[in-house]
């Protein structure tokens, strides 16, 4: 579907030599925006690009090189299908480095540019140094790693992994020295061997009083630490077994989706800048995941839930992408509501906890409701049982392919007629 420009989407019928000022405009939003090669801007009719392969490197070259500060971590560049043309689609993250702008003019009114409505334009000099003024400057990429022998035989190992080489100048390309050439702190964090502590506590029952188990799975390379957590939460997210004729169905106690977004994302955008590191508990009931930090400088919670992003941590971004760990920005927060909705958020100033409820025989409250209301009103459609039960319509939606996936309720008749009823057990 084609939808008219706005302060976060831009059309281009073909590659012009304004990409980098549309790209600036953008990264110096509060929620980034996209951009779409191969869409008329007047008409939205979409032409597409030809050879779109060549045209996706010589964006990424383009922004690599001609944006101040690096924008590395901050872009991807998609190869997509539109009425079946191949066009080129560009994410672009609100930057922490603010403000952005064209290398060969500077942080000037020529070279900065912020998005109005549909428009890039020119930055005020009086923005440029406000924005100057509240830059995020104690990011892991300036600050100075506390050791400076490191090695990296584990990260090297993860590249290979993907076909890739890292070479002699690895830690300039992925930005991992501060700008006087020195280690800085997310060279420390993908090293092999670092102080940064990645811990899993296991309790009893469902508060904190009773620990049965705390295990260590950092002190290594952030990416090694982060496929031994999701290893572990594999193992922790066993399924029941619901036995019937003729089937037998099995359920995970947590969406796997959702919880390997949510384990990803606490790791990549943790603040490790003061010392703090990302938590994994489990309890008889739940599973909690919590990282430092709240969220990114400028952006809000409807930016947050809408998709926006902002990494905080723009150098381990790369990397996990280089290594397809974190497949495009935006996506995991999108994915996580969809499985469990905003209520399973707790964003404060300071961090953001993710609360997973096990779903077990005895299925949650919303669950409940819903299935009570369908037993006593067989028939029903979402609006009406949302409306009832005072629950919102998408809630309503997430609780009833629950209990479709359980085997509990059916859909019966047309489309538009139709509506949900329990399932009899001769069925």
Known sequence: MIYQENRDLEYKRELT?????????????????????????????????????????????????????????????I??????????????????????????????????????????EPMQQNMIESFFSTRVRNSIGKMISPRQSLTFEQLKIYYLERGL?????????????????????AAYLLSDDNGISIQIAKYADTTR?????????????LIKACKQVLERIEVENTVFTQIGYPLRKERELINSVAV???????????????????????????????SA???????????????????????????FRD?????????????ILDAYG????????????????????GVTEGVTIVMNYIMTHPGCRVPVIAEAVNIPAKSVERYIRVLKEQGKIIYSGAPKSGGYRMIMNNE
């Open 17 to 77: 030599d304004n990409l980098e000022k549309e790209a600036v405009a953008f990264l110096n939003s509060r929620e980034g925006g996209r951009i779409i090669i191969g869409v008329d801007t007047k008409t939205q009719a979409v032409p597409g690009v030809d050879n779109p392969d060549n045209i996706q490197l010589q964006v990424k070259d383009r922004l690599k090189n001609n944006i101040e500060p690096s924008v590395m971590g901050l872009f991807d560049v």
């Open 79 to 120: 190869v997509e299908t539109c009425e079946n043309k191949p066009v080129i689609k560009i994410i672009l993250a609100a930057g922490s480095e603010k403000p952005y702008y064209l290398k060969k003019y500077g942080m000037t009114s020529k070279g900065c540019f912020i998005r109005v409505g549909s428009a890039s």
């Open 165 to 185: 080489k890292l070479n002699d100048a690895f830690m300039n390309n992925l930005e991992l020295l501060t700008p006087d050439g020195k280690p800085n702190y």
């Open 209 to 221: 009083v009773h620990l049965t188990e705390n295990r260590d799975y950092g002190r290594c390379s």
């Open 260 to 290: 390997r977004e949510a384990v990803i994302n606490a790791i990549v955008h943790n603040e490790y800048s003061n010392g703090s590191c990302p938590k994994f508990e489990f309890f008889s009931d739940r599973i909690e995941i919590t």
């Open 293 to 319: 930090g709240g969220l990114p400088y400028g952006l809000s919670k409807d930016d947050f839930f809408a998709g926006h992003s902002a990494p905080r941590n723009k150098e381990l971004m790369r990397v």
């Open 323 to 335: 290594l397809e760990i974190v497949e495009q920005l935006g996506s995991g927060i999108p994915r």
């Open 342 to 361: 905003e209520e399973c958020f707790q964003i404060s100033q300071n961090f953001i906890r993710l609360v997973f409820i096990y779903a077990n025989e």
